[in-house]
Nanobody
């Protein structure tokens, strides 16, 4: 599957963004999906995941209560709603299957939160 993330940008602390991830060549409903993020020089880390049926979400402790993962299978799109953003949320955000497949990483979308 080819995954294209978008929706990143520059936002002030306390602001909100919604990321989107569109899947091509395969249907999203076939996969458990996840969002991940990476800061330059650090390892990529898990942010949130959603089960294939859409009923089971998990979150990293650092984003719990502020981020919400969801999907629209009709649009073949995965979302990450982010509120109360903090400077430490600054990273490149990626979507992938969960667990991730090496071949599915796309370019990601940059989120920058200013203090």
């Amino acid at each position: 599957v080819q995954l294209q993330a978008s929706g990143g940008g520059l936002v002030q602390a306390g602001g909100s963004l919604r990321l989107s991830c569109v899947a091509f060549r395969r249907t999203l409903r076939s996969y458990h999906m996840g969002w991940f993020r990476q800061v330059t020089g650090k390892e990529r880390e898990f942010v949130a995941s959603d089960t294939r049926g859409g009923g089971g979400q998990q979150y990293a402790d650092t984003v719990k209560g502020r981020f919400t993962i969801s999907r629209d299978n009709a649009k073949n799109t995965l979302y990450l709603q982010m509120i109360s953003l903090k400077p430490e949320d600054t990273a490149v955000y990626y979507c992938n299957a969960y667990p991730a497949y090496d071949d599915y990483w796309g370019q990601g979308t940059q989120v920058t939160v200013s203090s």
